[in-house]
C-alpha cells in the first residue's frame, strides 16, 4: 500500500472509530488522522502477531478491520490520558 493510501486508510480508520466510541473526543481531523495512521499501524501489528498478515491492500477487508480495530484501542488510550490530563490540570 502506498503512503497516500496508507494516509487515507488511517483517516478514515479513525473517523471510523470515533463514530464507533461513545462519548465526546477531541481534536479535529488532523489528529484523527494521526491516532487513525498509529491505530492503523498498531492494527498492522497486532493482525501480523495474530493472524502472520498485517495490512496488506486497501480494499481488504481485514485491512480495515485491522486499521478501525487499532484506531478504537489508540482512541480509548488518547481519551483515557487526555481525561486524566483535563482532571489534573
Same mark, same amino acid.
Given at each position: 500500500m502506498g503512503f =497516500? /493510501? =496508507?494516509l487515507l486508510l488511517g483517516l478514515l480508520a479513525g473517523a471510523i472509530a470515533k463514530? &464507533?466510541?461513545p462519548g465526546r473526543?477531541?481534536?479535529g481531523w488532523? !489528529?484523527?488522522?494521526? *491516532? /487513525? !495512521?498509529? /491505530?492503523?499501524l498498531l492494527g @498492522?501489528? &497486532?493482525g501480523g502477531l495474530i493472524f /502472520?498478515?498485517?495490512?496488506?491492500? =486497501?480494499f481488504a477487508i481485514r485491512t480495515w478491520l485491522l486499521a478501525i480495530g487499532g484506531? &478504537? &484501542?489508540v482512541l480509548l488510550i488518547w @481519551? *483515557?490520558?487526555t481525561n486524566r490530563r483535563a482532571h489534573h490540570g
Open positions: =497516500f /493510501g =496508507f463514530l &464507533i466510541l473526543q477531541g481534536g488532523l !489528529v484523527t488522522m494521526l *491516532l /487513525g !495512521v498509529v /491505530g492503523a @498492522g501489528w &497486532i /502472520g498478515e498485517g495490512l496488506t491492500q =486497501f484506531s &478504537i &484501542i @481519551g *483515557l490520558v
